[in-house]
């Protein structure tokens, strides 16, 4: 079976885990990629292996995206190669410190990764997307993004960003030619547990995914045309339900006078007061 080319997919965070199995399936999606993590000797073998089963155009750029230099890099990429069609923005950390335990460093790491990168790729990625009015972004987001209380609360609140800024892109993009997908896995076996301080050897077996697995279920999710993706929750109407009562109560959310129950006097009845 022939497989028509997509363009090509560039993949941060690619060397391993969910970044990897990300460049196995678009490889064999038809996507020439570009692969970017730290680890130039892990990059290059992944790169030498899909080569060899797909016969893609796998390209290495080894990037620290934490250290601006190295960002800069990617973002020119981005801003210059015309044949990426795709931004996987998969790169990032977490930590399972509570705030009185935490490196604030680390937590300042975290955020420069997990958000200052995410949305400098993004920004480097989209205009050419719209020129040309083909693209689509996808953000890994987490179940820790809604469910903030779980982890560490930068992280959460980092996965928070990445979910908030993705409901924005689509709202942005969307009449663009510009597709935006948030993913947000739950527990998934990967070496970021080993990094976060707990592997996932150690947790309920019962609530972790396989990488494969999870990567599978959101390309589904992406071809289904979700707009935002979670893996592990198995009534969609949950997350529909969810999302309507957000967008709802957003709409009662602007008022030119506080609620009752704040027992705030209106501004003219107070004016008349004092007249």
Do not use: C
Request: hydrophobic share 45%; proline share 3%; net charge neutral.
């Amino acid at each position: 079976m022939t497989i028509s080319h997509q363009g090509t997919a560039l993949i941060t965070g690619a060397s391993t885990g969910i970044g990897a199995v990300y460049a196995d399936r678009l490889a064999r999606r038809g996507y020439n990629l570009i692969l970017v993590a730290r680890n130039q000797e892990r990059l290059s073998v992944l790169a030498q292996r899909l080569t060899a089963e797909t016969g893609r155009t796998v390209r290495t750029l080894a990037a620290d995206l934490g250290n601006k230099a190295d960002l800069a890099k990617v973002e020119a990429t981005l801003r210059d190669d015309s044949n990426v069609t795709m931004l996987v923005n998969n790169a990032g950390f977490g930590a399972v410190a509570p705030l009185l335990n935490a490196d604030i460093d680390k937590m300042e790491d975290m955020i420069t990764l997990n958000v200052t990168a995410l949305t400098r790729l993004t920004y480097a990625a989209v205009p050419g997307f719209v020129a040309r009015n083909k693209g689509t972004i996808i953000n890994i987001s987490s179940i820790v993004g809604i469910a903030a209380e779980m982890l560490n609360g930068v992280y959460g609140a980092s996965k928070a960003y990445v979910l908030s800024f993705s409901h924005s892109l689509v709202h942005e993009l969307a009449d663009k030619g510009v597709r935006v997908q948030a993913v947000l896995p739950g527990a998934t076996a990967t070496e970021f547990w080993d990094v976060a301080g707990y592997p996932h050897q150690n947790m309920n077996q019962a609530i972790v995914m396989h990488v494969n697995d999870m990567v599978d279920a959101a390309l589904a999710g992406l071809d289904q045309g979700e707009l935002v993706t979670i893996p592990g929750l198995q009534d969609s109407h949950d997350w529909a339900r969810f999302e309507a009562d957000r967008r709802a109560l957003s709409a009662r959310f602007g008022h030119a006078t506080p609620a009752p129950r704040y027992q705030v006097a209106p501004r003219h009845i107070v004016a008349e007061t004092q007249s």
